[in-house]
């Protein structure tokens, strides 16, 4: 029987393995595809794996709910940060490697501190730092833009009515994004600030609740279309949740980039395979 954890970070859902001592196969896409798998695995959009690095705190290792490896997930990067945290690999910051990169990552609750076992937070708040982003296309009205994952952003109005799954699936396969294809998300402006936004995610190859490379290519897109400079705090509003995205904003070029939110523990169990 093998440990496995329940995370959701703005209502993107994960498998969690504590993988340090290297009992799951990496490559085995049947298991990772059975176990995401709603009616007859544990349920998930995605499953990570936590391992050793030499160099870094931890490896995330992170998979499509389609069985293969994937690459960035940003609401997958908070999680994975919150779990551990929750193992005692860290306390409040973190660097951490992942497919794209090197990540930091801080944690705060009411306390710092580490957190083991039955002792720790259901909920933490994470703030994740993104890659810089040195580019951004514009084609017709969209934007299509890198945060780790491609991804396409487009306006629309009534977005609570917008068929998402339907003009999401077009663009993603479309021949002019082969033959990774693109995650697509289509966002709205609040009257109150920020931008409400809606995510049709390549790999899962449905909408989900939220998507943090999305939000954060989302809120990059809408100041370059405002021509904003400088700092910029932009909130993100998904179906699961509230995200907050950090820059700075100089012509084509977003550093110094973080992606903040809730990271959620909803429960452990345990499977064999």
Do not use: W
Not at 17 to 46: E, M, T, Y
Not at 165 to 174: N, S
């Amino acid at each position: 029987m093998h440990r496995f954890y329940k995370y959701q970070g703005a209502g993107n859902d994960f498998i969690v393995f504590d993988n340090r001592n290297r009992f799951f196969d990496r490559n085995n896409p049947v298991l990772v595809k059975k176990l995401c798998d709603r009616r007859f695995g544990i349920g998930a959009d995605r499953l990570m794996l936590l391992q050793d690095h030499a160099d870094y705190d931890f490896e995330m290792v992170y998979y499509n709910d389609d069985g293969r490896e994937g690459s960035l997930c940003g609401n997958g990067g908070r999680c994975i940060a919150a779990f551990a945290n929750r193992l005692g690999i860290f306390t409040d910051k973190t660097d951490f490697m992942a497919a794209d990169g090197v990540h930091a990552a801080e944690l705060s609750v009411g306390s710092t501190g580490i957190f083991q076992e039955e002792n720790a937070p259901q909920e933490v708040t994470i703030k994740l730092q993104m890659n810089d982003v040195r580019s951004i296309q514009k084609i017709g009205a969209d934007y299509v833009l890198d945060t780790g994952s491609p991804h396409l952003v487009r306006m629309v109005e009534q977005l609570n009515l917008y068929p998402v799954v339907t003009e999401g699936r077009k663009i993603r396969y479309h021949k002019q994004y082969e033959p990774g294809g693109i995650n697509v998300n289509f966002i709205e402006q609040n009257p109150h600030g920020g931008f409400a936004i809606r995510t049709y995610e390549r790999g899962v190859e449905d909408e989900t609740l939220a998507c943090g490379t999305g939000a954060t290519a989302a809120a990059m897109a809408m100041a370059y279309q405002q021509q904003l400079s400088g700092e910029q705090h932009i909130p993100i509003k998904a179906l699961g949740g509230d995200l907050m995205i950090h820059f700075h904003l100089d012509g084509e070029q977003f550093t110094q980039v973080f992606l903040e939110g809730p990271a959620t523990f909803v429960y452990e169990g345990k499977i064999d395979f």
